[in-house]
């Protein structure tokens, strides 16, 4: 994969403080996804979309939650808890698809 020959400069950062951390550890996952060739999971919009810009596949929270449901590792009574926990402490994860998640596995 050419994108991880050509994204060697993952660790050039001129700021400090905690938002430049953020980014360090979101351009280091993304190094490693690439190097993997693997799924990125995050709720990061602008990591999605580099990950995106770079072919990799990425999927959120919520899909993971679905993913466990769908393979019979966790049962939808869980992912209901797991779900109206969530809705408590991430206010970026899409309300009306948490519920609708709610709904259909109760």
């Not at 550890?25 to 993997?36: G, M, R, Y």
């Not at 990591?47 to 995106?52: G, K, Q, S």
């Not at 019979?72 to 009574?77: F, K, L, Q, S, T």
Request: with cysteine; glycine share 4%.
């Amino acid at each position: 994969m050419n994108s991880v020959n050509n994204y060697n400069s993952w660790y050039e950062f001129d700021c400090y403080g905690y938002e430049c951390l953020g980014r360090i550890t979101d351009k280091s996952v993304l190094w490693k996804a690439l190097q993997l060739k693997c799924r990125l999971v995050t709720g990061d919009k602008n990591l999605r979309y580099e990950a995106e810009e770079h072919g990799l596949q990425v999927n959120g929270t919520l899909w993971v939650i679905k993913t466990l449901v769908e393979s019979n590792i966790i049962e939808p009574a869980t992912a209901v808890l797991l779900l109206e926990k969530l809705k408590l402490v991430n206010d970026s994860l899409p309300k009306e698809e948490i519920e609708k998640m709610i709904k259909q596995y109760r």
